[in-house]
């Protein structure tokens, strides 16, 4: 078995290759060669879909409870602002820069030599399985939501995303709502009291208004936001219909289905959701994870990005090296010390971990 330091050397110069090989959500053929490298180089059999590379550890029992590692190699594409080669991966004053790097290639390339560091061990309680996942960014169907049919059931996760490495317990999840509300076509110099950009206030208003009661003790309050408004072509003409976009960010004392119910049953309008299932995410203070992450001297807090979580219906706990501040910005970057800092944690946590459940 390779010691921590070589793991972390070869993580270091993965992600360097990473981010040297453009992979935007659902174009990620070449990332996920080199994952596939990774793996054969340490004689790891693995399994690939699409752009989703998984692996199981070495002596996989089905009767023992199963832990997922997880984190994407897909990107956004970068802005404008960058004064680097975002495909370029430079190393300056402790800081390895390039596109991805921060979001999430630390993280992967950190959980990929925690997965191998395990691989081999013979008497874990849990299976391992390190899933490397495509198209996060996108929220893509061939993403990791497409693999799930292919593992076995999920007892726990840490899903690898950006947070200084303390213990995100909770993500919010997200809904989309598309909201048609009705009037009348008219010319406007005819009186018409059905304007339907006039109907549209109090709707607008109800969004702008309405506190769902439960408030998350990691995630707060569910939060709602008017973002977009489309309608009308001419000056003269009085618009059939007035669109709104409805973006919302829901707490875990919530479903998805529960605050579309509530919505459809309280504003006059036709809402359509984009979707249902990036749903909110959370793992209990209590859970083994966290626990160890605690005694490690990590803290807890809710996190209101989205990330792969939202996919998963088991207990999952959002951890990794590299700050969320940093993500989708120009020169992003991530510090080595991080990444470093990020091997040793999760290998102390899951070690940690792994002690507690020794006796399941």
Excluded at 108 to 119: I, N
Excluded at 206 to 233: C, D, H, R
Excluded at 315 to 329: A, C, T, V, Y
């Amino acid at each position: 078995m390779k010691n921590i330091e070589t793991l972390t050397q070869e993580a270091i110069n993965l992600l360097k290759s990473l981010i040297e090989t453009p992979s935007f959500s659902s174009e990620e053929q070449q990332t996920a060669l080199l994952i596939e490298n990774w793996f054969n180089q340490n004689e790891i059999p693995f399994k690939r879909e699409n752009n989703n590379v998984w692996a199981f550890n070495k002596y996989f029992d089905k009767n023992k409870p199963t832990l997922l590692l997880n984190s994407h190699h897909d990107t956004v594409r970068p802005n404008q602002a960058y004064t680097n080669d975002p495909f370029k991966a430079i190393v300056e004053e402790g800081k390895l820069f390039g596109l991805g790097s921060n979001d999430a290639g630390g993280c992967l390339v950190s959980l990929m030599a925690s997965f191998t560091y395990f691989y081999a061990n013979e008497n874990l309680p849990y299976n391992i399985v390190m899933a490397a996942s495509a198209e996060e960014e996108s929220s893509g169907k061939n993403g990791l939501n497409s693999v799930l049919k292919h593992l076995p059931e999920l007892e726990c996760a840490i899903v690898g995303e950006p947070t200084l490495m303390q213990l995100a317990i909770a993500e919010k999840g997200l809904l989309v709502l598309d909201v048609k509300v009705k009037g009348t076509a008219s010319h406007a110099a005819h009186q018409n009291d059905d304007n339907s950009i006039y109907n549209v206030i109090p709707v607008i208003e109800w969004f702008k208004n309405y506190k769902f009661e439960k408030i998350s003790t990691a995630l707060g309050p569910v939060k709602m936001t008017v973002t977009q408004i489309i309608a009308g072509k001419q000056h003269n003409v009085v618009p059939s219909e007035c669109n709104l976009v409805v973006d919302i960010r829901v707490n875990d004392c919530y479903t998805n289905q529960e605050i579309l119910d509530t919505i459809q049953e309280s504003v006059n309008a036709e809402v359509t959701p984009r979707s249902m299932h990036l749903k909110a995410s959370s793992i209990p203070a209590t859970h083994g994870l966290v626990q160890a992450g605690i005694a490690l001297g990590r803290t807890t807090y809710g996190s209101p990005t989205l990330s792969d979580q939202s996919v998963l219906s088991c207990k999952s706990l959002k951890l990794g090296p590299g700050d969320s501040l940093r993500s989708h910005s120009a020169d992003e970057f991530i510090y080595i010390n991080e990444i470093v800092e990020g091997i040793e944690l999760y290998i102390k946590i899951l070690s940690d971990f792994f002690k507690i459940n020794s006796n399941i």
